[in-house]
């Protein structure tokens, strides 16, 4: 992985269902596998890219599996395929496996929760960007908001095989210890040693939790331990590079404090998208044109999701 | 048996190899479909619209999805003429399928504009009008509502347009089509294209806001298709079949079935929009269905199926 773009080839695949299984209240990991071209395609990804799922034929699940406040999205027949970044990809046997994270929280999702092993979904991709690695970098940042978890988790295994010797640590916050989407936390003594986190620490790297009402880590903003944690950093600020994806107010924090420090930052946006590969022009992030005042409209499917904390508007 | 079915049509002065389009705004310029489809096995193609000097677009959310159909509010963002010719036309060059350029503006100049520069373009086959766009301030539908600026517009870009074809793109959202698309074909439309998207909203009943942020977007979709139907119906009766006019019908296309209907309604070829969204190749699988529905009906030129409605 490396700063210039590979170009890889897009494709419509088919892909089976290998699990689906719910790992909080609202958060489901859905296995899926690839084989032939979509093996192919799929195994060229880059962290931080995404692909567009047709879940329209998925069946909703039982009236009385639908929570209550889901109860009158669920009357709606959706039409648009839904994106998601992939949280992990494995390669084996002529088969690549791609795993999603996804929360319940619309029409689309609750069918997604009725998937089986051996189910088929249509899937576009891999689309966008994904992130990036200038050269010279000792110390990642990956700092997760919520649902920002996936593909910073995929970039996480990325950054431990290809940058053996990078310093990496995670830091994720949710409003509540409920709302952070991983499969479990660790024990006290792990998160003593600051390896809160599972789906990061099987990588041998440090996380640490923040939530909001300090129902688990530290009580405030995930933004306010990253802060913390480059205050005593002894990288050169040069040496560091910050990623992160999460909610909007999330991102614009984390960019000032990049900007503030002069340090690299990637950020992974979301927008409301129809198609995903460029043609709807749906899903517009204000960005500067160069140096000047001037901004324009970029599009997160196809210049993104990760744009240059630099260039976007907050 | 197949190939003694003939699925291409006489669209005015075209021949085109088959009845299917795509839509404005659904395909892009030119080749970004091309990594799901091979454009040259299309019927014809309509770029995004292309205003004279480039447009940013509305905020976002740009869109939102409905039952069985999406609003969006993109306010003709496009990269101007100048871009357009610079980088684009260079790629439509390479196509061999027709390619109509779709034009926007806020003034009847910019139309004209945009139409004058690209009149004599061999990459281009002709012009589609619009002025049927639900979401910018100024220019596009406040120009399609009243007859009168229907025939100013058609006729101010019939003289720019020069040999090229002009086809017209009409509104939903009037008292009665049939006056406009009269208005469109009397100053001199050489096809008509109906139906653009139809003004609608979607309330988040959290912040008692609309979704989109330009409030209101242009709904599209297999949930306008039934309408769509028929008011291409209508314009096929009331206006187009007399003055032999084709009318390119377009409105929740999705399937062959869909198509079908449309060219039965009186469409003389069909437009996928929406649809390109969600399944990128389905506008050649419409063209295959199109083909087998004639062979198993024994229709050996589908200009038999054109307005047929019994």
């Known amino acids: 992985m490396s700063e210039e773009q590979t170009a890889n080839v897009k494709g ?11 790992i909080g209240k609202r958060f489901y990991r859905l296995g899926l596998e ?14 931080g890219q995404f692909a567009q799922l047709d879940l329209r034929g998925i069946a909703l699940p ?19 395929r839904r994106p998601f970044s992939f949280a992990d990809v494995t390669k084996k046997d002529n088969k690549t ?18 998937l089986v092993a051996g189910n088929s979904v249509n899937i576009i991709g891999p689309l966008g960007n994904g992130f990036g690695v200038p050269e010279g970098k000792e110390t990642a940042l990956l700092v997760v908001g919520g649902m920002g978890a996936g593909p910073l988790e995929c970039l996480a ?27 479990r936390q660790l024990d006290a003594i792990s998160q003593q040693l600051g390896f809160a986190v599972p789906e990061f620490s099987k990588y041998g790297i440090e996380s640490l939790l923040a939530t909001d009402d300090g129902s688990a880590g530290h009580h405030g903003m995930v933004t306010e331990l990253a802060a913390e944690w480059l205050g005593k950093c002894s990288t050169a600020n040069e040496k560091i590079i910050i990623y992160a994806c999460g909610p ?7 960019a000032e404090i990049a900007k503030g420090k002069n340090i690299d930052c990637q950020l992974s946006m979301e927008r409301r998208m129809a198609c995903g590969f460029g043609v709807c022009q749906s899903c517009a992030v204000e960005c500067r044109a160069g140096d000047s005042n001037e901004t324009i409209y970029k599009l997160c499917c196809k210049d993104g999701p990760v744009f240059d904390a630099k260039e976007v508007v907050f | 048996m197949e190939e003694m079915v003939d699925i291409s049509v006489e669209f005015g002065r075209l021949r085109l190899a088959n009845p299917v389009f795509t839509a404005s705004g659904t395909c892009g310029y030119a080749d970004e479909l091309g990594d799901f489809v091979d454009i040259n096995k299309l019927g014809g193609f309509i770029t995004k619209s292309i205003t004279q000097q480039p447009r940013k677009g509305n905020d976002t959310p740009r869109i939102v999805e409905t039952d069985s159909g999406m609003l969006n509010a993109i306010g003709l963002a496009n990269i101007g003429l100048d871009k357009f010719i610079e980088e684009k036309l260079p790629v439509i060059e390479k196509l061999s399928v027709p390619v109509f350029v779709n034009v926007a503006g806020e003034t009847i100049e910019e139309y004209a504009a945009v139409a004058e520069r690209l009149a004599d373009r061999q990459e281009i086959a002709g012009f589609e009008l619009n002025i049927s766009c639900p979401n910018v301030a100024k220019g596009g539908i406040s120009f399609g509502t009243e007859a009168w600026q229907v025939r100013e517009i058609t006729s101010a870009m019939k003289r720019a347009c020069g040999e090229k074809m002009l086809m017209v793109k009409l509104s939903p959202a009037v008292t009665d089509i ?19 998207t139809f003004t609608a909203m979607v309330v988040d009943i959290e912040s008692r806001k609309p979704i989109l942020a330009n409030r209101t977007g242009g709904l599209s979709g297999p949930a306008i298709k039934p309408i769509a139907v028929y008011l291409v119906n209508k314009v096929y009766t009331e206006v187009a079949k007399d003055r032999g006019v084709p009318i390119l019908g377009m409105g929740g296309i999705r399937n062959a079935s869909d198509a079908i209907e449309f060219i039965i309604a009186g469409a003389s070829a069909v437009a996928v929009g929406t649809s390109n969204f969600v399944e990128p190749g389905c506008a050649i699988k419409i063209i295959e269905g199109i083909k087998q529905y004639c062979t198993g009906k024994n229709i050996t030129n589908i200009k038999d199926l054109v307005g047929s409605l019994e």
């Open chain 1, 248 to 254: 909007e107010q999330m991102l614009s924090r984390v």
């Open chain 1, 97 to 114: 496996r791609v795993e999603i994270l996804y929360c319940v929280v619309g029409p689309a999702s609750l069918r997604m929760t009725t």
């Open chain 2, 178 to 196: 049939s006056v406009i698309a009269r208005a469109a074909v009397d100053a001199g439309a050489d096809a008509l294209s109906l139906i653009n």
């Open chain 1, 12 to 22: 419509v695949f088919d892909a089976v269902v290998f699990f689906n299984k719910q």
């Open chain 1, 34 to 47: 690839f084989s032939g071209a979509g093996a192919e395609a799929f195994g060229n990804f880059r962290p």
């Open chain 1, 62 to 80: 039982d009236g009385e599996s639908v929570p209550a406040e889901l109860a009158d999205a669920a009357q709606r027949k959706i039409l648009l």
């Open chain 1, 157 to 183: 295994k990325v950054l431990t095989a290809d940058y053996p010797t990078m310093e990496v640590v995670a830091f994720a916050g949710a409003r509540t210890a409920k709302e952070l989407p991983f499969e």
